[in-house]
């Protein structure tokens, strides 16, 4: 039982203890999972910065999700069943709590639309030189993902309107907007296949990486179909207790976001994905360090001893250091060819000394 000012707020079933408890622990590992892949970025110089931009949107999105979740709890009677609530506090809290858990819903789709577009434009851009057609596809599920975003709020706001009023969404709306997530995560979470079959699954530590990956994803699937209370009545009736039955949808947002963060997490910050060497482009490189020269015209520098001009008398002349940098493709440099990923250094030094 708690107390705000003049109102008594009683916490009287398992169902919203569990609504108090469980959203603020995955939000805590979903935070700690985002403050790991913020630090994997900059010790592993990992070029993932707006990938990583949008998985902290969605988790910011996930904190506001489980905020609204205790103000209904406290003061919407949520976890409490529609007969109850109706006769303690009228039909206005039941207004009330419909416009309540409509903010819970836009939030949670504002949430995993991010961490999903998150996730895409990561394979997008892993499959950009290697296939195309799967990165055209990536940029293709972000659109549709938009859209679905886009279609959720309007049809969510459409039951609030006009202003003063609102009403439960509609089975068919409720149908489709549950169909056509679960639809798009399963194919956000299949972009993850092609770049499963490229690795190097000879040591155990990956072999455990991708299961733990592949059941964090089975996961966001089976929260992204138990939420869905206009199809699946596990909970309570939709048509008759709407308080009661929309719980599972409550419980499952939050953790769905939470799972669906590690996993793109787990996708962008890991050292799984190996690319092959054959397919990095050395040229940038070459030409770039395909000369570098060196002047040192000091004898009281701190690395004198390595300088080939002392080794021989007095420096009082120049000294020029030549590094020449090659993979084999021209024939006018003295460089062996040692195979396509192989790069052969030629130092070459001039002494000059006068009397």
């Known amino acids: 039982m708690m107390h705000f000012g003049k109102r008594t707020i009683e916490i009287v079933n398992s169902h919203q203890t569990i609504l108090l408890i469980?959203?603020?622990?995955?939000?805590?590992?979903?935070?700690?999972?985002?403050?790991?892949?913020?630090?994997?970025?900059?010790t592993k110089r990992v070029n993932t910065l707006l990938e990583d931009v949008l998985c902290s949107c969605g988790l910011a999105a996930c904190a506001i999700v489980v905020a609204l979740l205790y103000g209904m709890v406290m003061l919407e009677g949520q976890g409490l069943e529609t007969a109850v609530v109706q006769q303690k506090y009228g039909n206005k809290k039941i207004t009330n709590w419909l416009r309540g858990q409509f903010a819970v819903d836009v939030c949670w789709a504002l949430s995993v639309s991010l961490v999903h577009m998150s996730l895409t434009i990561f394979y997008a851009r892993y499959y950009a030189n290697t296939r195309r057609r799967l990165s055209q596809l990536c940029y293709a599920l972000g659109a549709f993902r938009a859209s679905w975003l886009l279609y959720a709020i309007i049809a969510w706001v459409y039951c609030c309107h006009p202003p003063g009023t609102c009403t439960r969404a509609s089975r068919p709306n409720c149908l489709a907007i549950g169909s056509l997530h679960v639809l798009l995560l399963v194919l956000s979470i299949l972009t993850y296949v092609p770049a499963l079959l490229d690795m190097d699954m000879s040591t155990r530590r990956i072999k455990f990486a991708v299961l733990g990956w592949s059941l964090l994803g089975v996961f966001c699937v089976i929260c992204a179909v138990l939420r869905?209370?206009?199809?699946?009545?596990?909970?309570?009736?939709?048509?008759?207790?709407?308080?009661?039955?929309?719980?599972?949808?409550?419980?499952?947002?939050?953790?769905?976001v939470a799972a669906e963060i590690t996993v793109c997490s787990v996708s962008a910050a890991s050292n799984f994905h190996t690319t092959d060497r054959r397919q990095l482009s050395k040229e940038g490189a070459i030409h770039g360090l395909r000369r570098l020269k060196l002047r040192s015209g000091s004898s009281s520098s701190s690395t004198s001893n390595l300088n080939p001009a002392n080794w021989v008398g007095k420096n009082t002349g120049r000294n020029d250091a030549f590094v020449s940098l090659a993979d084999g493709s021209r024939s006018n440099e003295r460089v062996k060819d040692l195979g396509s990923?192989?790069?052969k250094v030629v130092k070459e030094y001039t002494v000059e000394h006068r009397a």
């Open 22 to 42: 469980i959203p603020p622990i995955s939000l805590v590992i979903a935070a700690a999972v985002i403050i790991v892949r913020w630090r994997t970025r900059h």
């Open 228 to 256: 869905m209370d206009c199809a699946i009545s596990f909970f309570g009736d939709y048509d008759k207790d709407m308080i009661a039955s929309s719980w599972g949808r409550m419980l499952f947002s939050p953790l769905e």
């Open 341 to 343: 990923d192989d790069i």
